[in-house]
């Protein structure tokens, strides 16, 4: 868990609506820490989504009892999506995030549970989003001033640097963690990117959702973070999310050809 000193924001910027979406699936060892730290923040206008898929290890009540903790009669400050069955970390988000829009979220945080993603550096993704005016703000591990666990090994380095530069040289982005987890967007770029029609299922759902908010015109950031390795549970990355991290970018360049294509005609 980070603990950098938190960035301040005005008054004003702290109340925004801004939504932190959180999936789970057998984090009941690492939410309770990654709830407190979000709720310590001093962002007014902040609220945890936990979007939990049935967890076997009751992930699903512990965020229940944590809402009950820090809800207030006047401020909903958690709450929890409960879903029926894992179906894929692009699919929680996805749920997640169209909820917090409905639900009147002019800022939505993808961020995991599993405290690789620093909670201190959510109120710097959105103050860049305010000052900018960017729709979406990207905590990087690539770009100048962003690091990674020391508990990544050199082949775990290789593998993610060829991730995202495979994917960048495909679909011709110039965003250098276009594989990243721990994203803002602005209600408007969700909307506009329309999410019940985005394909991706598994992780490569990070890499679709950058992609076709660039093509959709919209400014994308990014902002050096420290990236940490979970310390509890198990990663979720199986063969099947591989296969579709690798297939994806493809898909997508695809799909725009065809689509300038009927645009010229």
Same mark, same amino acid.
């Given at each position: 868990?980070?603990?950098?000193?938190?960035?301040?924001?005005?008054?004003?910027w702290?109340?925004?609506?801004?939504?932190?979406?959180?999936?789970?699936?057998?984090?009941?060892?690492?939410?309770?820490?990654m709830?407190?730290?979000?709720?310590a923040?001093?962002m !007014?206008?902040?609220?945890?989504?936990?979007?939990?898929?049935?967890?076997?290890?009751?992930?699903?009540?512990?965020a *229940?009892?944590?809402? !009950?903790?820090?809800?207030?009669?006047?401020?909903?400050?958690?709450?929890?999506?409960h879903?029926?069955?894992?179906?894929? #970390?692009?699919r929680?988000y996805?749920?997640?995030?169209?909820? %917090?829009?409905? *639900? /009147?979220?002019?800022?939505?945080?993808?961020?995991? %549970?599993d405290?690789?993603?620093?909670?201190d550096?959510v109120? !710097?993704?959105?103050?860049?989003?305010?000052?900018?005016?960017?729709?979406?703000?990207?905590?990087?591990?690539?770009?100048? /001033?962003?690091?990674?666990?020391?508990?990544?090994?050199?082949?775990?380095?290789?593998?993610?640097?060829?991730?995202?530069?495979?994917?960048?040289?495909? #679909?011709?982005?110039?965003?250098?963690?276009?594989? /990243?987890?721990?994203?803002?967007?602005?209600?408007?770029?969700?909307r506009?990117?329309?999410?019940?029609?985005?394909?991706?299922? /598994?992780?490569?759902?990070?890499?679709?959702?950058?992609?076709?908010?660039?093509?959709?015109?919209?400014?994308?950031? !990014?902002?050096?973070?420290?990236?940490?390795?979970?310390?509890?549970?198990?990663?979720?990355?199986?063969?099947?999310?591989? #296969?579709e991290?690798?297939a994806?970018?493809?898909?997508?360049?695809?799909r %725009?050809?065809?689509?300038?294509?009927?645009?010229?005609?």
């Amino acid at each position: 868990m980070s603990t950098h000193a938190v960035t301040p924001l005005p008054a004003e910027w702290g109340r925004t609506a801004t939504t932190v979406v959180m999936p789970t699936y057998n984090e009941a060892d690492n939410l309770p820490a990654m709830a407190e730290a979000l709720m310590a923040l001093p962002m !007014e206008g902040l609220r945890l989504l936990v979007v939990d898929d049935n967890s076997p290890d009751g992930t699903g009540k512990i965020a *229940e009892d944590l809402a !009950e903790r820090h809800n207030r009669p006047d401020r909903t400050r958690m709450s929890v999506l409960h879903r029926t069955a894992k179906d894929g #970390l692009g699919r929680a988000y996805a749920a997640g995030m169209t909820r %917090a829009v409905d *639900e /009147g979220a002019a800022y939505v945080v993808q961020m995991d %549970a599993d405290g690789s993603h620093p909670a201190d550096k959510v109120p !710097e993704l959105l103050g860049v989003a305010l000052a900018t005016g960017a729709d979406v703000v990207v905590g990087s591990r690539y770009v100048p /001033g962003g690091t990674l666990s020391d508990a990544w090994g050199l082949h775990r380095r290789l593998l993610s640097r060829w991730a995202n530069a495979y994917a960048s040289t495909i #679909l011709g982005t110039r965003v250098r963690d276009i594989t /990243g987890g721990f994203n803002l967007w602005s209600a408007d770029a969700l909307r506009a990117i329309d999410l019940a029609t985005v394909g991706s299922a /598994g992780y490569s759902f990070q890499v679709e959702m950058k992609y076709r908010a660039l093509r959709a015109g919209h400014t994308v950031m !990014e902002v050096p973070i420290h990236f940490e390795d979970r310390t509890v549970g198990e990663s979720k990355m199986n063969l099947a999310v591989q #296969l579709e991290s690798v297939a994806m970018p493809w898909r997508l360049r695809a799909r %725009a050809t065809r689509a300038t294509g009927h645009r010229a005609r």
